[in-house]
């Protein structure tokens, strides 16, 4: 929101610097952006949340302003003078969708003069950075700007039969908006619409067929309420943004409607002239009234560590125009204003207290009285996974939830149902919820490529959305892993961080085909009977299709297992005070035997003495081995608690463990 100073001291007296002004509101909730100098105004851009649509107008900040400097507010009257006929003679208004209109008045007048703004109304739109149209256009403009109700002026002439319809858009229909482009609209879509089409669409953006031009000589001005989800929705689908739609997105005063219809009138008469037809065209429901709020005085300094004077407290609430309904020794009940439909709850208006008495005059050593909060098994967990991938070397990613279509299809091993849409891509072509997190890190990973990144190591925890027959989708978390080495590299990072979180887990490994590995380098890993995620090394087809550099391995693994399974506390084991005795084994095998089935016959058959194993290398060759043969060269490392093994003990073990590879797999020692 940009402010005009000069603007600014139309409603209250600004004794204080500019700087001293910016760095007050900044402490109090309107962030500054910047400020620059137009001639001889002073225009400050002011970060406004979400919560506060009341200042997006002039008023709104003046008020803020008013209330830390205790100043007196002032807010024009607005009573333009009506001499015209009634109003309900010379247009009719109906509401047929008060879900996505609550409200909606209208006034007329009728014999304006359509021309040039005057000098002092052209340089403030031109010094908030607001295009000069017409006097017409030019007020409605600046009255938003003003209050934060946006209004609408429609050349009265050109709406057929004089009517106005709120309504739903008929599936398909057609809209040319006063940017003069067309635009198709959907059944959700708000239209103001006359006997015969569409003429706006509601909260948005106003149309071609019926804008003011030159020669227009009657007026009828709209202020309404529109649905918020409504006009967000509409703005975004059709990529129809406005002042508007900004300030209706986030909500409008409901009782400042008229107030701004009055104000828009009385201005049009002054400026262009014209007889303002008596009454005024108000349908829709009333706002409902505001429920009284409670804050308990000693909540204060429970909270804020402070002791605060209720009379001082008492004074800001009434300040920020809350109706106070009840005061006792020990609290105040208030009602909210209309424009605060942020205040429903006590520590709402602890808040307000509190940044307008002043942040700063909270001591940094007062004390507040807290519990620590417990923290759940899922997110010490998942502070463990982040711990153990940094330390592994990786860097956490973040990437949005929505793929492109063709994203989905190289991997998804979680669900083979149709991926879900979105009715508005969240970037060009992202209209899909992922499935995996997969494709997204091999995106991220090319883009370091381009920018020359020598380590691309990442990892991301994130949801992934498997669509349901029924309901809502299965939101699965995930652990994504992008790394640049091979996968018995990757293998090893995951086999380490399990070790750390749930030690004592035996991670299984069995073959997997998917589009997105290399033929054969891909695996489903389980812990017991449970998936625990996917593995392999990237296809060079996967590679072409997110056009990747170099080689990379990935990994997804279902932290929910994980979760389950995680030792949150340690225990400790006395380590043996013998030494260890190593053996080296070279096994011949036949080539379709996974090193995973050799592994899992030495773990069972070393049995407690078994300290580690260690892979070495894979060998083959015909005329050493024979066709379709290889070696598998490991070590072993054997020690006992009891006493120190004997070598004859550490061969009794080798020779068993040859016996049973022999047995189960084939094996045989080689010479």
Not at 103 to 130: C, D, F, M, N
Not at 260 to 273: N, Q, T
Not at 360 to 368: L, R, T, Y
């Amino acid at each position: 929101m940009i402010v005009s100073w000069n603007w600014l001291k139309d409603y209250v007296a600004l004794s204080m610097s500019a700087d001293e002004l910016t760095e007050r509101l900044t402490l109090t909730g309107l962030n500054l952006e910047g400020v620059s100098q137009i001639g001889d105004d002073t225009a400050i851009d002011l970060e406004v949340t979400s919560n506060r649509p009341d200042c997006l107008g002039h008023i709104g900040v003046a008020r803020e302003v008013a209330v830390l400097w205790e100043s007196q507010l002032k807010i024009p009257d607005a009573k333009p003078q009506a001499k015209g006929p009634g109003v309900d003679g010379l247009a009719s208004v109906a509401l047929e969708c008060p879900d996505l209109c609550p409200r909606y008045t209208a006034r007329v007048i009728r014999g304006v003069k359509v021309g040039q703004s005057p000098e002092w109304l052209a340089g403030r739109l031109r010094s908030v950075g607001i295009a000069v149209i017409n006097n017409v256009v030019d007020i409605s403009n600046y009255v938003m700007l003003e209050c934060g109700q946006p209004l609408h002026a429609f050349d009265f002439a050109k709406l057929s039969g004089h009517k106005i319809i709120v309504r739903r858009a008929r599936i398909g229909e057609k809209f040319v908006a006063i940017n003069h482009q067309t635009y198709e609209l959907n059944a959700d879509t708000c239209v103001i619409a006359d006997a015969e089409k569409a003429v706006a669409l509601g909260g948005v953006m106003g149309g071609a067929t019926s804008e003011v031009s030159d020669a227009t000589t009657d007026l009828l001005i709209e202020a309404a309420d529109f649905s918020q989800l409504s006009v967000r929705n509409t703005a975004r689908r059709l990529n129809l943004h406005s002042p508007s739609s900004y300030r209706f997105e986030r909500g409008v005063d409901p009782e400042g409607i008229d107030w701004a219809s009055r104000r828009c009138c009385e201005l049009i008469l002054e400026l262009a002239g014209g007889e303002l037809a008596d009454g005024v065209i108000d349908v829709g429901a009333q706002s409902p009234p505001r429920e009284p709020v409670k804050l308990r005085f000693d909540q204060l300094e429970r909270i804020l560590g402070i002791r605060i004077p209720d009379e001082r407290v008492r004074q800001i609430l009434t300040a920020l125009g809350n109706d106070e309904t009840h005061v006792c020794d020990h609290c105040v009940k208030v009602v909210p204003p209309s424009w605060r439909a942020d205040l429903t709850r006590e520590i709402d208006l602890v808040e307000e207290v509190a940044r307008i008495h002043g942040y700063e005059e909270i001591p940094e050593d007062a004390g507040v009285k807290m519990v620590a909060s417990t923290r759940s098994r899922e997110d010490r967990v998942l502070d463990q996974v982040r711990d153990s991938m940094v330390a592994l070397g990786f860097d956490e990613a973040m990437t949005i939830s929505a793929v492109e279509s063709t994203w989905v299809d190289p991997f998804r091993p979680w669900s083979s149902a149709t991926p879900l849409s979105t009715s508005t891509p969240v970037l060009r072509g992202a209209n899909h919820l992922r499935q995996s997190l997969l494709p997204s890190l091999l995106a991220a990973r090319r883009i370091n490529e381009t920018l020359s990144n020598n380590v691309i190591e990442l990892f991301e925890i994130a949801e992934v959305y498997l669509p349901q027959s029924s309901g809502l989708p299965d939101q699965r978390r995930m652990l994504g892993l992008s790394s640049g080495g091979g996968f018995l590299e990757l293998k090893g990072v995951i086999e380490t961080f399990l070790d750390s979180i749930s030690p004592g887990s035996k991670l299984d490994a069995t073959i997997y085909d998917s589009p997105l590995f290399a033929t054969g380098r891909g695996a489903e890993l389980k812990l017991g009977d449970r998936i625990f995620g996917y593995l392999g090394e990237v296809s060079q087809l996967a590679c072409d299709q997110f056009e990747l550099r170099s080689a990379s391995s990935v990994a997804e693994i279902d932290l929910s297992v994980l979760i389950d399974t995680a030792v949150l506390v340690r225990s400790a084991e006395e380590l043996s005070p013998f030494p260890p005795m190593g053996r080296d084994m070279n096994i011949v095998v036949d080539e379709q035997v996974a090193w995973a089935d050799v592994e899992k016959i030495v773990r069972a058959g070393s049995g407690e003495l078994l300290e580690t194993l260690v892979f070495q290398e894979e060998f083959r060759s015909k005329e050493k081995l024979g066709p379709g043969k290889k070696s598998l060269l490991f070590s072993i490392q054997l020690r006992s608690a009891k006493g120190t093994l004997t070598n004859e003990q550490a061969d009794e073990v080798r020779d068993n463990l040859v016996a049973e590879l022999g047995k189960q797999l084939g094996g045989q020692l080689r010479a």
